[in-house]
């Protein structure tokens, strides 16, 4: 059975950092990646990881967030600094190995239960 269980969210202040984990069994994937969504909003693409190493980033978090992973514990990791208040949402992890657009959210087929990050102004 494939689990993503992501865990380090929580309450910061603006200009703070948290860093997220999400630990994955069961199956490895080619291509990890969090989401985030607010109340009301899509769940949005933030950052996604590739089994090569190489990473891509929404515009929005470019220069804030780190995508990596730790192969060695099937862990994938977002570290996010100069944290907004606008970055509140719950964030998602998600893997897959086949996708047309790594962007949308409907070409993961493994998702985490998600894990609620508040930013204080």
């Known amino acids: 059975q494939v689990q993503l269980v992501e865990s380090g969210g929580g309450l910061a202040q603006a200009g703070g950092s948290l860093r997220l984990s999400c630990s994955v069994s069961?199956?490895?994937?080619?291509?990890m990646a969090w989401f985030r969504q607010a109340p009301g909003q899509e769940r949005d693409f933030v950052a996604i990881?590739?089994?090569?190493?190489?990473?891509n980033y929404a515009d929005f978090v470019k220069g804030r967030f780190t995508i990596s992973r730790d192969k060695a514990k099937n862990t994938v990791y977002l570290q996010m600094n100069s944290l907004k208040p606008e970055d509140t949402a719950v964030y998602y992890c998600?893997?897959?190995?086949?996708?047309?657009?790594?962007?949308?959210?409907?070409?993961?087929?493994?998702w985490g239960q998600g894990t609620q990050v508040t930013v204080s102004s």
């Open positions: 069961g199956r490895t994937f080619n291509a």
């Open positions: 990881n590739w089994n090569d190493g190489s990473n």
């Open positions: 998600a893997g897959t190995n086949f996708y047309s657009d790594f962007k949308r959210h409907n070409d993961y087929h493994a």
